[in-house]
């Protein structure tokens, strides 16, 4: 039997943490992990320290797992992790524990319904850039050369730059203006 850890977070410097640590040294946790960082923050420093210092044969224990994830792919990120690490995850308020069949298939549950999120959401995006590409919309982001020639006809029309200032102000080429004037003199 390994450690029994635990991890308590808040989203602002203002909150307060008692009500989590309380659980967690009520359930047992030797050592806790607390971090007071918005759950949107992808860098939280003492959960990544605590995913270093957990061994094999250690339980996670946290009082909600909205404490510990971002989101579901996020929960399911560092449940996978766990597991290939051999260590327990304990959710005090969903009742979950990864060391017992219906904890294990409770998160299974979770990845599932991820992953089918995830392909309707590519099926959708899919679609939508087929609608979109059907209409003739041009996708992507605008090359970083065409913004510097836009910009650097835009210029050449205004008539306050020689063609050399504006070559070295917008970074494009020489032969690139030339052809695009051109272009648009026809």
């Known amino acids: 039997m390994g450690n029994i850890i635990g ?3 808040v989203s602002t410097i203002d909150q307060n943490l008692d009500r989590q640590l309380k659980s967690l040294n009520d359930y047992g946790c030797k050592i806790i992990y607390k971090d007071k960082i918005s759950g949107k923050s992808i860098i939280r420093p003492q959960l990544e320290a605590m995913i270093l210092e957990c061994k094999e044969g250690d339980t996670i224990v946290v ?14 990120d560092l449940s996978i992790l766990f597991k290939e690490r051999n260590i327990e995850l304990v959710s005090l308020k969903e009742s979950i524990d990864t ?15 991820y992953e089918f999120e995830r392909d309707m959401n590519n099926i959708r995006v899919r ?15 605008p090359k970083k050369k065409d913004v510097g020639v836009k910009k650097a006809l ?5 008539g306050e730059l020689t063609t050399k200032e504006i070559i070295e102000q917008t970074g494009i080429s020489k032969s690139m203006f030339f052809r695009r004037l051109k272009a648009i003199q026809r």
């Open 99 to 113: 060391s017992s069949p219906s904890g294990k298939m409770m998160f299974g549950l979770l990845a599932v319904l």
């Open 63 to 76: 009082s909600s797992l909205s404490r510990l994830g971002r989101s579901t792919k996020d929960l399911i």
């Open 7 to 9: 991890y308590a977070r």
């Open 154 to 158: 835009e210029l050449y029309k205004e």
């Open 127 to 141: 679609e939508g850039l087929a609608v979109a590409k059907a209409r003739g919309v041009k996708l992507g982001r």
